[in-house]
């Protein structure tokens, strides 16, 4: 929750920057950790009907929309950090006293390690037709 208060925090900082009011400022992060617009309305102490009319506006709804891609890449960027526990506890159960465990720990960790390779091949194979595509139709 700490972590959540913070990105929401880090998001209100940065909106300052921008053409918005005041009431619209600080409304963006309320909106982004809100259930509902009714209770974001209600913690914002404005109408709900106000929080629509500033969605039909494109540069509060083009912030709103930065802002949650703030919030998620900021949420993205703990689950990266967090892949080398679940690493860890993934190789530990290699060794745990239940065989469906061990095999069921042992497919996980090839399947990850399968799609991973996959999707590098993936991207190679794109970065080489984008290349292609480029030396044919832009030049």
């Given at each position: ?7 929401v925090?880090n ?5 300052r920057?921008d053409?918005?009011t005041?009431?619209?400022?600080k409304a963006i ?5 809100a ?7 209600k913690?914002?102490?404005?109408e ?14 083009q ?9 998620f890449?900021?949420g993205?960027?703990r689950l ?6 679940a ?6 159960l290699?060794d745990?006293k239940?065989p ?7 497919k ?25 595509i ?6």
């Amino acid at each position: 929750m700490t972590q959540n208060k913070t990105d929401v925090q880090n998001v209100e900082k940065s909106l300052r920057k921008d053409n918005l009011t005041a009431k619209q400022i600080k409304a963006i992060p309320i909106i982004l950790k809100a259930d509902s617009m009714e209770s974001a309305a209600k913690e914002a102490s404005i109408e709900r009907g106000t929080i629509y009319r500033w969605l039909k506006d494109s540069d509060f709804k083009q912030r709103l929309e930065e802002a949650r891609n703030e919030v998620f890449e900021d949420g993205l960027n703990r689950l990266k950090t967090a892949t080398d526990t679940a690493a860890k506890k993934m190789i530990e159960l290699l060794d745990h006293k239940d065989p469906t465990t061990r095999r069921l720990a042992a497919k996980d960790i090839l399947t990850f390690a399968f799609r991973s390779f996959e999707t590098r091949e993936l991207e190679a194979r794109i970065e080489r037709i984008e290349e292609i595509i480029e030396k044919r139709f832009v030049s």
